[in-house]
């Protein structure tokens, strides 16, 4: 009987034990392709932060070669310069001729003799094209120690004649690829002819060193990928590749083969062995029951009873049942976390995304104010420097308004105020708006309006969908090219095509580019900036305008279109003005005679608004509290008021209430100012008192017009 018992265990656990088996090696599976999938997005995020912090390089590079002294020749001024960026960027900075002759070296004070000839990195390619140029890894002459050069042309008569270069030790490129949580793993960097430039884990010594053989034939073999061989001092590695720079360089990922082995074969190896115990446990108790079974026969033959066998099948039915619960749970729980994890992974990839387009605007806007600092006696360069630093703020406006907007979407919170409105002028103000950029691209702008056509929408989300399309047309198009904007009615709706002869789209694509977040490229593969939040923005404020937009192009470098279709009201009405927009000249306003108070806690703020309102003839007093702009209030018997809202304790509200409570028979025009621009702000703050709302950040501009329209306000009501 122990026999049989144990032969039909075996037979009963033949399959459960295949099914182990197949579970274990799948397992194994999975979990081998998950761990190059993460070694695959490490590289990938290292090769974000060395293209990132070496576009840092290049426009702090650019932005010294724009000082108007250097002409090719160093000045004193400009060496103190040069050196002040180095040390700021930890690094140093060359002047080099056409020759590659060495003309200044931050190495070496000023006027120092410097090597003949040029370094060993200086090619007449090098020096032919009219780019930013990363040289491989050498012996630098001065130092003699191990570095790389970073080198943009620098203009003289309006032609590149010598090269600006910042020379990177590869102690700075290791830190930028040191791995965080991995202290096994190693980042690593090679440049063209390749050179270790850096090791995360190893510090580059005097001499040069070479990748394995191995490495450079799978790396020369395509763009991205993982290999396996002999890694120097490492030993046996699984590195995953990928290349940057424009093809020249690869930034590696190394890990140990043997810790890779045995996080995929130790859950094989655990799981045999405890399919192994089972099956002994399983023969252990069959013979045991055997034994049993001849010793308590006649027991068994009074348990054989109906009503018996049902409780126990009963039982073991519950049993089973939840077993299954229990692995199902299991099996969940296991889910759960693997998605975790994939959620973490793009977290991760999108800051890095996020940070690298808030730090391009950031980084020009540094620079260039840099440079003014040291031009203010050359007013052309100042204000070439002050009009792309206020160039580059403004896209970082952009960037937060767009995070806002997809933060009011998912919130719910986000709404549009719908009013007859005449879509061809917004379309010519939208142009208007968008020609600076046409014109830097060469790029030609073209409107095509049947008749106005009036439809019923908010202007504000209507402006912003037209600039949108508008913009990325220009964006994604080639200089020279051309952008057209048709209007035209069709029955009972508008519809609106923005057309460009640009870069097209992939029929691939073309399903996905409406999606939040979603680009072309991802990392160091993006072919152009941005969050990919313009278009799901466009698509939502449409829908709620009751309309549909539609995407077509006949693949890469056959141009794109864009259509947007709104419904039409059926009748114009009366008073509204028709046709395109004509660009207006601006007065500039005065404010002569205003007696005009200013409260807000920053001081820099208090500044800006103050100096703005008085330069345009108003009588200005400023306060940093609600109790001191109160004070105030009694000397100077403004005739608006312009408060922060987010000043501490509510005081901005606390501000308007006591005012109102003030004022008497003379009623005194109040803007609110503030960073929240949310529509659930503006309500707030017109219902507490206040007479308009002002969101920051803003231009002078902006701040003159409400200022203008709140004492015109005011004259009307003393007059009426």
Avoid at 238 to 244: D, M, S, W
Avoid at 344 to 354: G, N
Avoid at 383 to 402: E, G, Y
Avoid at 496 to 501: H, I, K, R, S
Wanted: with cysteine; hydrophobic share 45%; glycine share 8%.
């Amino acid at each position: 009987m122990s026999f049989h018992l144990g032969l039909l265990v075996l037979i009963a656990a033949a399959p459960l034990m295949a099914l182990a088996v197949g579970l274990l090696l799948w397992n194994a599976a999975l979990v081998r392709d998950a761990v190059d999938q993460e070694l695959e997005e490490s590289a990938d995020t290292l090769g974000t932060a060395v293209e990132r912090e070496i576009d840092g390089w290049t426009s702090a590079l650019y932005a010294l070669a724009a000082e108007p002294s250097l002409n090719c020749t160093p000045t004193e001024r400009f060496y103190h310069q040069a050196a002040a960026v180095a040390e700021r960027h930890g690094a140093r900075i060359v002047l080099l001729d056409a020759t590659g002759q060495q003309r200044m070296n931050t190495l070496r004070p000023f006027g120092a003799a410097l090597p003949k000839g040029p370094g060993p990195w200086v090619t007449p390619e090098a020096f032919r094209a009219d780019r930013p140029v990363v040289s491989d890894l050498f012996i630098g002459p001065v130092a003699n120690a191990p570095v790389v050069f970073v080198a943009v042309p620098a203009p003289a008569g309006g032609k590149p004649a010598c090269w600006l270069a910042l020379g990177v030790t590869p102690g700075r490129f290791g830190s930028l690829i040191a791995l965080q949580g991995r202290p096994s793993w190693r980042g690593i960097l090679v440049d063209a002819r390749q050179a270790v430039v850096a090791s995360s884990r190893e510090r580059q010594g005097s001499a040069v060193q070479l990748a394995p053989d191995w490495y450079i034939e799978a790396s020369m073999a395509g763009a991205r990928g993982i290999a396996e061989g002999e890694w120097n001092d490492m030993g046996a590695a699984r590195v995953a590749f990928q290349r940057l720079n424009a093809g020249r360089w690869t930034v590696a990922v190394a890990a140990p083969s043997a810790e890779l082995a045995l996080a995929w074969s130790a859950p094989v190896a655990a799981g045999a062995l405890g399919v192994l115990a089972v099956v002994l446990l399983s023969l252990s108790f069959a013979g045991i029951y055997a034994r049993r079974m001849k010793r308590e026969t006649g027991a068994l033959a009074q348990l054989a009873e109906l009503d018996v066998l049902r409780a126990a099948i009963a039982r073991a039915d519950e049993d089973i049942r939840q077993r299954r619960i229990e692995h199902e749970a299991h099996m969940a729980s296991e889910a759960l976390r693997a998605a975790a994890e994939s959620a973490s992974r793009s977290k991760d990839l999108f800051l890095a995304t996020l940070s690298h387009e808030l730090r391009g605007p950031l980084t020009a806007v540094i620079g260039w104010l840099d440079v003014g600092r040291f031009s203010l006696d050359d007013p052309q360069t100042l204000r070439q420097c002050l009009d792309i630093a206020m160039r580059n703020a403004k896209q970082q406006a952009r960037i937060i308004d767009d995070l806002l907007d997809v933060s009011r979407i998912v919130s719910g919170k986000f709404s549009v105020e719908r009013r007859p409105l005449e879509l061809s002028r917004l379309v010519g103000e939208a142009l208007e708006a968008c020609r600076p950029a046409a014109a830097e691209k060469a790029i030609e702008l073209r409107l095509r309006v049947a008749e106005p056509a009036f439809i019923e929408g908010d202007r504000e989300r209507m402006f912003q969908v037209l600039a949108n399309l508008i913009g990325n047309a220009v964006k994604f198009n080639r200089p020279g090219g051309w952008v057209e904007v048709a209007l035209e009615r069709a029955g009972a709706e508008v519809r609106l095509a923005v057309t460009d002869n640009g870069e097209g789209i992939a029929a691939s694509a073309l399903p996905h580019v409406f999606e939040r977040f979603w680009q072309g490229g991802a990392g160091a593969a993006r072919k152009h900036a941005g969050l990919g939040l313009g278009l799901s923005l466009v698509r939502y404020i449409v829908e709620l305008h009751a309309g549909r937009i539609e995407a077509e192009s006949g693949g890469p470098g056959q141009g794109a279109r864009f259509t947007v279709t709104l419904p039409r009201l059926a009748q114009a009405p009366q008073g509204q003005p028709a046709g395109p927009a004509q660009p207006q000249p601006e007065n500039e306003p005065t404010l002569s005679g205003l007696n005009v108070l200013i409260v807000d806690q920053d001081q820099d703020t208090l500044g800006w608004l103050d100096r703005v309102l008085a330069t345009h003839g108003a009588a200005t007093a400023a306060a940093r509290s609600a109790e001191e702009a109160l004070g105030r209030f009694e000397e100077l018997h403004p005739d608006i008021v312009i408060a922060e809202l987010a000043m501490p304790d509510a005081e901005g509200y606390r501000l308007i209430r006591s005012v109102r409570a003030r004022q008497g028979e003379r009623r005194v025009k109040a803007l609110a100012f503030s960073g929240q621009a949310s529509q659930e702000e503006r309500s707030r703050a017109l219902a507490a008192g206040y007479d308009a709302f002002l969101a920051k950040p803003c231009d002078s501009s902006a701040l003159l017009r409400a200022v203008q329209a709140l004492s015109q306000d005011r004259r009307a009501a003393l007059h009426g």
